[in-house]
């Protein structure tokens, strides 16, 4: 699957952006596409998780209230809708497929950093900047 995200920008805080990643190619194979970003000098972190099972999506608590996902499947599009920005969500946004399924705990555990997304997520976008001024 090759992922294309878009959507980055320069955003004063308090504002909003809507993050947007294609998939192609063998797009049946994948389970889910999620979020992760990573800002300067710090680890890559996860911010939403679909979980298999109940096919909730699971979202980190720094972005939680104020990020959301939607898919359209129909697209083989999924959105990240990033709402009150600060400056401290400045980062580097990257999604990522998956074929496998995940289960809630183990989406738990990685937005808590406790697992590697790179165990788990087979296919990584080139990220899109997303740069928030205070």
């Known amino acids: 699957v090759q992922l294309q995200a878009s959507g980055g920008g320069l955003v004063q805080a308090g504002g909003s952006l809507r993050l947007s990643c294609a998939a192609s190619?063998?797009?049946?194979?994948?389970?889910?596409i999620d979020w992760f970003r990573q800002a300067p000098g710090k680890d890559r972190e996860a911010i939403s998780c679909?979980?298999?099972?109940?096919?909730?999506?699971y979202y980190a608590d720094s972005v939680k209230g104020r990020f959301t996902i939607s898919r359209d499947n129909a697209k083989n599009t999924v959105y990240l809708q990033m709402n009150s920005l600060k400056p401290e969500d400045t980062a580097v946004y990257y999604c990522?497929?998956?074929?496998?399924?995940?289960?809630?705990?183990?989406?738990?555990?990685?937005?808590?950093?406790?697992?590697?997304?790179?165990?788990?997520?087979?296919?990584w976008g080139q990220g899109t900047q997303v740069t928030v001024s205070s």
């Open positions: 679909f979980g298999s099972s109940n096919r909730n999506t």
């Open positions: 190619g063998f797009t049946a194979d994948y389970n889910a």
């Open positions: 990522a497929a998956r074929r496998g399924r995940v289960i809630t705990s183990t989406c738990v555990r990685m937005l808590r950093g406790e697992v590697a997304s790179s165990r788990v997520y087979d296919d």
